[in-house]
């Protein structure tokens, strides 16, 4: 009887761990989305992002002269210096990515990717002018935002954090 239940029991804790280690994976999946999902978000964006800040000095000059509330003329300064921040941050980390591009052959990846995002141009016309697949662009495009993610979350991108003894460890792998 003994060792039906400890059979049970072990049973029981070994079905728990593997339950645990399913939800942890999934949890970990769905951020790693999360961080792809925002970049392609920002990327989406980014046009209109950057028309905003375009705008910037003629619309607080305007605001400056309209306005009597400095709290709310504060937080429109605020939000447009942080969407200014933002842009400056994706720039740089894009003109990183077009370096690695360019270093390992492949800059026609980044070429479809900026006209996709940057350029507004359909799936059409990039597989027209670069003369490929129709999935290429795509696919090329993927593989410029994962290198995008790196550049602009960091070292949580890769799946990698500090533990308490400081001690790095991958925590996912992708």
């Known amino acids: 009887m003994d060792k039906t239940n400890i059979n049970i029991n072990e049973t029981i804790k070994n079905a728990a761990e593997e339950g645990a280690k399913k939800a942890v994976s999934l949890l970990n999946k769905e951020i790693r989305d999360n961080r792809i999902h925002n970049t392609k978000l920002l990327m989406k964006n980014y046009n209109k992002l950057k028309d905003h800040i375009d705008k910037v ?88 935002l994962n290198e995008l993610s790196i550049y602009l979350w960091g070292i949580e991108a890769l799946g990698i954090e500090a533990g308490k003894d400081g001690v790095f460890k991958v925590i996912r792998m992708y």
């Open 57 to 144: 000095k003629s619309d607080i000059e305007f605001e400056i002269e309209q306005a009597e509330d400095k709290v709310w003329l504060t937080s429109i300064v605020r939000t447009k210096l942080r969407t200014m921040q933002l842009i400056a941050f994706i720039d740089n980390a894009l003109e990183l990515v077009k370096e690695d591009m360019k270093k390992n052959c492949v800059e026609y990846k980044y070429k479809a990717f900026e006209m996709y995002y940057l350029e507004e141009k359909s799936n059409e016309e990039i597989v027209s002018k670069m003369k490929c697949g129709k999935n290429q662009p795509r696919i090329w495009s993927d593989v410029i």
